[in-house]
């Protein structure tokens, strides 16, 4: 068997073209706020990405960016203009964040009608409670992924492997609300390749370049790679051994150009739904 190849680019683009058609009929353009804090290189690649997106698909999008050596202090006063600003609907502080800086005391100061990351306390307890609120952007592609592939979800094998407070645990709460029965295996499980050849679906999301080999994979499944990693030859590659899975796997997201385009999508979905919420 040869897997699909899920296009997370050209399904990436089909959202954001929907998002924009959406806009272009409302009387206001949402306000989304990026945040960025010292000069990480990464981070920087994924902020301009963000404020591209955002501004062409009809967002009024600014990025605020902040010297490394700023205090916890001053970035909570930012974040407190930045709640009561009528024009904004999303807050989004990009991480990581400088070390001076505790990432639970900004994630809990964003006020949560405005958390488009999903990341506040208040959030993630909507999320495992099933009540209506901002998801996090990378599980929430997933999901779309998962649909768009085709993939059935109720009752289906779901293996997620990392278990952060980003992915793995609200990919965790996603699947299991869509009726799949979910397995999350991390660092300390035994037998992860044997946990893992088990999934009808499998997530990866570590942060390992390649460690999900093909003898993992099982015939037939889907595989989401979330993973984006810097190979041996400074290429990018994802938690899964691409054309080992290959072979094996029914659909696989590529890297890059799979959940990545996706990410950024999800965060401008959030800040439009997040919009309507508050200002209707
Ligand atoms: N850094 C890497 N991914 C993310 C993300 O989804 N949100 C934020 N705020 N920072 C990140």
Redesign the pocket.
């Known amino acids: 068997m040869t897997a699909r190849i899920i296009d997370g680019k050209a399904v990436a683009e089909r959202l954001r073209a929907g998002l924009a058609e959406r806009i272009a009929t409302l009387p206001f353009r949402p306000g989304l706020r990026v945040v960025r804090i010292g000069e990480d290189p990464a ?1 920087g690649v ?1 902020v301009r990405n963000k404020d591209r997106a955002a501004l062409a698909a009809g967002f009024d999008s600014a990025t605020i960016h902040l010297p490394a050596e700023t205090c916890e202090s001053s970035l909570l006063a930012l974040i407190a203009r930045l709640n009561a600003d009528p024009a904004v609907d999303g807050i ?5 964040l400088p070390p001076q800086i505790r990432a639970d005391a900004v994630i809990a100061a964003v006020d949560p009608a405005k958390d488009v ?1 999903g ?1 506040h306390p208040v959030n993630a307890g909507r999320l495992a409670s099933r009540q209506p609120g901002l998801v ?3 599980p929430k592609g997933v999901m779309h992924l998962l649909r768009e592939a085709g993939t059935p979800l109720p009752g289906a094998r779901a293996v997620v492997l990392g278990r952060s407070q ?1 992915v793995g645990r609200p990919m965790l709460q996603l699947l299991l609300a869509a009726d799949c029965t979910v397995t999350v295996v991390h660092s300390r499980t035994r037998d992860l390749p044997g946990e893992c050849r088990r999934a009808e679906i499998l997530v990866a999301a570590v942060g390992q370049a390649e460690l999900v080999r093909g003898d993992w994979v099982a015939e037939g499944a889907t595989v989401i790679d979330v993973g984006i990693n810097r190979g041996g030859d400074g290429k990018l590659v994802g938690d899964v051994a691409f054309a080992e899975a290959l072979s094996r796997a029914a659909a696989i997201t590529p890297v890059p150009g799979g959940v990545g385009p996706m ?1 950024i999508a999800c965060l401008l979905e959030n800040t439009l739904e997040a919009a309507l919420a508050r200002r209707s």
């Open positions: 981070s994924y989004l502080v990009q991480l990581p990351d990341f996090p952007c990378t980003i990410t």
